[in-house]
């Protein structure tokens, strides 16, 4: 078993927060400088999402996937429609330099691109290809149906996405853009730029797919580091954000447990169950109202080996950030809650 020497600055500690004049007037540093600076905890930065629909376009891109020129006002909204209502999220992808040989109807003589549905939910994790050339085919997709077990054979199944989408945050193409063409080396995996990953001020940002694992604040050592080590079976804390489609508390213990342990295996610490304390009902729903005493309790297993397993409660509290500039594009300062362990006991 690997272990890491762990430090408490991986554990996403309290964060001291940059004063300024005015209040609403721009930030002087850009969004992912100011991160730094402030030595914001990436961990718990996850996105909510599970499904994916990734369309490739090679630009201009918009604000949101949506958002752009390249399909008409009236399908763009059909397609929001039935993205929003299987809970899935709109990427658009790219290539980024040389494009390697493979994909369906990727770079066609006959104009045709590629779409992808991903799913990274536990258990299925794969990801499905098809192929496209007027918007209104993208119609003719559920976007809720089950990936069969055959999707594997439809195209990739390892994919690095590096958000690069500068018309959303500038910070995302100026360091986005040089940390997928170093990514884009590592073999064995099909690399694309994309669009909004979400934390513009950690970029540069990466998800990795189908397990649905984000990273951040890379550049191109520490994105090729990164790769190396998740083919090793590990992940690198510092640049760790979280695996989507698990809510933020869960993000957090999951983060203190593994350091606590000392184990950044892939996969040796998991969620059994978790649940808001306010609300006391399992769901794990965010708590209406519960501001700065937001707390929640997350049962976790640690897979130290084989038939070894040892079973820990994290009690997990969130609170509200001091207002800052969340992106390059803000006009005002915005808070976000930011969760920490509070206590962590082995159960019987």
Known sequence: MTQHTCSPGMTGGPVLETSRDGGSAAPALRCADAARSRGEPLIGSAVRYSRFLLLEVPGPWGT???????????????????????????????????????????????????WA????????????????????????????????????????QRLALVCTNGKRDQCCALRGRPVAGAVAGVAGWDT??????????????????????????????????????????????SHYRGRCGQPAPVQAALHAAAVRLCDFRRG?????????????????RSVEGAGDAERWEVEVVHHAGPGWEMAYRVEVAG???????????????????NYVALTFSRLP
């Open 64 to 114: 949101s996937a949506l958002a752009g020129r390249h399909m008409e006002a009236d399908v763009a909204r059909e397609l929001a429609s039935a993205a929003a209502a299987s809970d899935t999220h709109v990427l658009l992808i790219r290539r980024s330099g040389h494009r390697p040989p493979g994909g369906p109807g990727i770079g066609d003589s006959d104009g045709a691109r590629a």
């Open 117 to 156: 549905i991903a799913d990274t939910s536990p258990g299925v994790e794969r990801v499905l290809w098809g192929s496209w050339r007027d918007p209104v085919d993208l119609l003719g997709l559920d976007l809720s149906a089950v990936l069969p077990d055959t999707a594997g054979a439809t195209g990739p």
């Open 192 to 237: 694309w730029e994309c669009s909004h990953l979400g934390g513009h001020r950690f970029a540069a940002t990466m998800m990795l797919l189908p397990s649905g694992d984000m990273f951040g604040a890379l550049d191109r050592e520490s994105a090729v580091e990164v790769m190396g080590r998740f083919d090793a079976g590990e992940l690198v804390p």
């Open 268 to 284: 040796a610490v998991q969620v059994a169950r978790f649940r808001s304390l306010a609300a006391g009902d399992g769901g794990g």
């Open 319 to 337: 609170s509200w950030r001091a207002p800052t500039f969340l992106s390059c594009a803000d006009g005002a300062p915005k808070a976000e809650v």
